[in-house]
Structure formats: C-alpha cells, structure tokens
Nanobody, 125 residues
Framework: QVQLVESGGGLVQAGGSLRLSCSAS????????MGWFRQAPGKEREFVAA????????YYADSVKGRFTISRVYRQDTVHLQMNSLKPEDTAVYYC??????????????????WGQGTQVTVSS
C-alpha cells in the first residue's frame, strides 16, 4: 500500500507564499496522475491542481490559476504545489491525491486511489 505524505503547510499573511510537497512512502513510479485538493470547514473538498506522469499536462481550478503552480519530478511519485499571492479564501486543509490509472484531466473529478493525510494552510488577512 502507498502512503502519501504532505508537508509545507502553515500560517502565512495574505499575499505571501507557501510550497507544499507530497511524496509516496515508497518510490513506486506507478502514479499516472497526482494532484491537490482542499477542504475548508463546512465546505466540500474541491479540486485545486493536477499533473500527469510526465509533468507535461497540468490542470488548475479557476480560483487558483495564475497563482498556484503544480510540478512533479519526471516519472516520480513526488509532487509540489507552489502557492503564491495567497488569499484568506485559500485557507483550507490541502490533500495530496494520486491515482494509478486516471489521467490528470480526469483526476479533477476526485476519487483517487490514494489520499494524503492533509496539511493545514491558513492565510490571515
């Protein structure tokens, strides 16, 4: 079984930046798509960003386009999310996601094979 571990969350002022990282407990080289979702209190978990195996295909929620950048080591089960120009509405628990068979495009719909435990991101006004 694969365990996804996130890191990099924390408290930041509006306009600041954070970089989230996620990696599998084992280097399986098996995750076709990886990505990030987030969930704020009282709200449903929502898609943030996804990336394909090669890193050539990336997808972003409209709310984060131009501010967040997802990246991945080529054919590795490691993904990063660079979060710039953070806003208070970005406050949420961010979850790493990975799937062995789905494309980055379809990962946007959720239901990945694996979820990380989540890392808290809090953006103050």
């Amino acid at each position: 079984q694969v365990q996804l571990v996130e890191s990099g969350g924390g408290l930041v002022q509006a306009g600041g930046s954070l970089r989230l990282s996620c990696s599998a407990s084992r280097r399986t080289f098996s995750m076709r798509a990886m990505g990030w979702f987030r969930q704020a209190p009282g709200k449903e978990r929502e898609f943030v960003a996804a990336i394909g195996w090669s890193g050539g295909s990336t997808y972003y929620a409209d709310s984060v386009k131009g501010r967040f950048t997802i990246s991945r080591v080529y054919r590795q089960d490691t993904v990063h999310l660079q979060m710039n120009s953070l806003k208070p509405e970005d406050t949420a628990v961010y979850y790493c996601a990975a799937d062995r068979s789905r494309s980055a495009e379809t990962l946007q719909a959720g239901d990945p094979n694996y979820w990380g435990q989540g890392t808290q991101v809090t953006v103050s006004s």
